[in-house]
T-cell receptor, first 115, second 113 residues
Framework: GAGVSQSPSNKVTEKGKDVELRCDPI?????LYWYRQSLGQGLEFLIY????????KSGLPSDRFSAERTGGSVSTLTIQRTQQEDSAVYLC?????????????FGPGTRLTVT | TQLLEQSPQFLSIQEGENLTVYCNSS?????LQWYRQEPGEGPVLLVT?????EVKKLKRLTFQFGDARKDSSLHITAAQPGDTGLYLC?????????????FGKGTKLSVKP
């Protein structure tokens, strides 16, 4: 079956420009997560959506970062006025609502390079 | 302070050797997961452990959850080059925000033929 998909797979942008990253979760998964992973590092939690509840935005590093989820499915992570320190791999994951342990299924990520 | 500490950070071994990687915390977790991530891909779930003292086996991989649910280990027997990757542990903190999966920084394993 279809897994989590993300687009674009790679994005190179100039400092100061805005970027949008897209995530299509697994059908039926009501939970959706965004993470950031710097080179060789672990995952940094950014934001979490669960159904129609207000998202948990506690991991967003600054107000330049925002995310929305339309119709409980596709999500877009927007980074405004990009900085070089925003360069990283942005991973999206989704989770089935019945899994108490919130096992997550990840997409391949979007590699963002800010020049 | 990292809530989940993984060790070692890097491990380079020869094919056929055994190895153990550790995931430790001072906090109690209601469940703990292990993922493997290969270059250019997202992490892939290997196993979930939920009961203190639980042991799960996945072919040559053995996972254990500590009795107090504060730590976990992953043991690989007779490692193969295909085991190369970044191994991440992640857990849901007991009483923590639902769905907020906390990740360790990972153990980067390289198995040389």
């Amino acid at each position: 079956g279809a897994g989590v998909s993300q687009s674009p797979s790679n994005k190179v942008t100039e400092k100061g420009k805005d970027v949008e990253l897209r995530c299509d979760p697994i059908s039926g998964h009501t939970a959706l997560y965004w993470y950031r992973q710097s080179l060789g590092q672990g995952l940094e939690f950014l934001i979490y959506f669960q159904g129609n509840s207000a998202p948990d935005k506690s991991g967003l590093p600054s107000d330049r970062f925002s995310a929305e989820r339309t119709g409980g499915s596709v999500s877009t992570l927007t980074i405004q006025r990009t900085q070089q320190e925003d360069s990283a791999v942005y991973l999206c994951a989704s989770s089935h609502p019945d899994r108490v342990s919130y096992e997550q299924y990840f997409g391949p990520g979007t590699r963002l390079t800010v020049t | 302070t990292q809530l989940l500490e993984q060790s070692p950070q890097f491990l380079s071994i020869q094919e056929g050797e055994n190895l153990t990687v550790y995931c430790n915390s001072s906090s109690v977790f209601s469940s703990l997961q292990w993922y493997r991530q290969e270059p250019g891909e997202g992490p892939v779930l290997l196993v979930t452990v939920v009961t203190g003292g639980e042991v799960k086996k996945l072919k040559r991989l053995t996972f254990q959850f500590g009795d107090a649910r504060k730590d976990s280990s992953l043991h690989i027997t007779a490692a193969q080059p295909g085991d190369t990757g970044l191994y991440l542990c992640a857990g849901v903190e007991y009483g923590g925000s639902q769905g907020n999966l906390i990740f360790g920084k990972g153990t980067k394993l390289s198995v040389k033929p």
